[in-house]
């Protein structure tokens, strides 16, 4: 692959070693991206035969490392991920890497998928060029941008209304219908459908707050929603986990009547601090949630995806 390090492919053996070198990367670049690793982890997906590799330098330590994760067969999908310790960053490993998991994906679809189209896509961090850079430079393009935006409860706070649309408080009873619009705004988008057993666990769960979550009806449709959880890393703070509005209700400000609903009521149980987290193909909507209700961004982080 390259000449700085000592190549091979990686097998279940290695994985304590690619978790220990995972959190080094997470402690040295304080990065956002170890937690999509993760969540791509968390889903079980496995990497393609040959796609795992690892990196050691003249010290036996590991340096580097990469793997594609299938995500789907159809359409056909497949996630790169990977690293590079900062002392051999700069030398080209990196790139190195990706051309060589890109050449190795294609060869991969050719024996499993002949001819059917390869999907491809990895993340970098909004702010930090380097990867990006990279990704770019091998045909990638940015495909979708997920934000973790925070809120100052102490700051003033307007809950703006959305017209003709009426904002109330979650109920058990509305568990269902919430769970049908949630699958209906993210499936296009390539998320997975939640299954009602999953979904009423999540409810369930002690970190749920149902104080701090609301709908939007028309009449007595359920056209909006925002459900709210505990922050897991501050005590004081809540977290808008899952919020969407229905595609024919768009563009009409339900969601910010909405997410103001939430902030309000963490305001008002004590917190000082709320969450929020967003994925958009564009970033344009981030204005007006700064604008109209004072969330600010922490982290960002992009999809960048190409077809081969």
């Not at 070693?17 to 990367?25: K, M, T, V």
């Not at 340096?63 to 002392?87: C, E, K, N, Q």
């Not at 969407?244 to 209700?249: E, I």
């Not at 309000?264 to 000082?272: A, E, I, K, Q, V």
Request: aromatic content about 8%; some cysteine.
């Amino acid at each position: 692959m390259e000449p700085h390090l000592r190549w091979r492919l990686l097998g279940s053996h290695d994985a304590p070693e690619i978790e220990s070198f995972r959190a080094q990367l997470e402690a040295l670049d304080n990065s956002v991206l170890s937690g999509m690793t993760a969540a791509i982890l968390d889903r079980d997906l496995l990497p393609a035969t040959g796609l795992a590799v690892g990196g050691w330098d003249a010290y036996s330590s590991l340096s580097a490392f990469g793997a594609g994760f299938l995500a789907s067969t159809d359409p056909l999908r497949m996630y790169l991920m990977g690293g590079v310790h900062p002392v051999h960053r700069h030398m080209m490993v990196g790139t190195a890497l990706l051309k060589w998991q890109i050449e190795r994906a294609k060869a991969w679809r050719d024996e499993n998928h002949p001819g059917v189209p390869l999907w491809l896509g990895c993340y970098a961090e909004v702010g930090r060029p380097g990867l990006e850079g990279v990704a770019r430079r091998q045909g990638f393009e940015p495909e979708r941008y997920y934000y973790d935006l925070h809120r100052d409860l102490g700051q003033p706070l307007v809950v703006p209304d959305a017209d003709g649309i009426s904002i109330a408080g979650f109920l058990p009873a509305d568990a269902e219908e919430v769970r049908v619009l949630h699958n209906l705004c993210f499936k296009p988008i390539g998320g997975a459908e939640v299954q009602a057993e999953e979904w009423n666990q999540r409810l369930a769960d002690v970190g749920f707050r149902p104080e701090w979550s609301f709908v939007a009806r028309d009449g007595d449709r359920i056209v909006g929603y925002a459900m709210s959880v505990v922050d897991d890393g501050d005590p004081c703070g809540g977290w808008t986990e899952r919020f969407g509005v229905h595609p024919d209700y768009r563009r009409r400000g339900i969601s910010l009547a909405l997410l103001g609903s939430c902030l309000r009521s963490m305001r008002t149980s004590g917190c000082t601090e709320a969450g929020l987290g967003i994925d958009t193909p564009d970033g344009l909507g981030l204005s007006r949630l700064a604008r109209e209700l004072g969330y600010t961004t922490r982290d960002a982080v992009a999809l960048l995806s190409k077809v081969v």
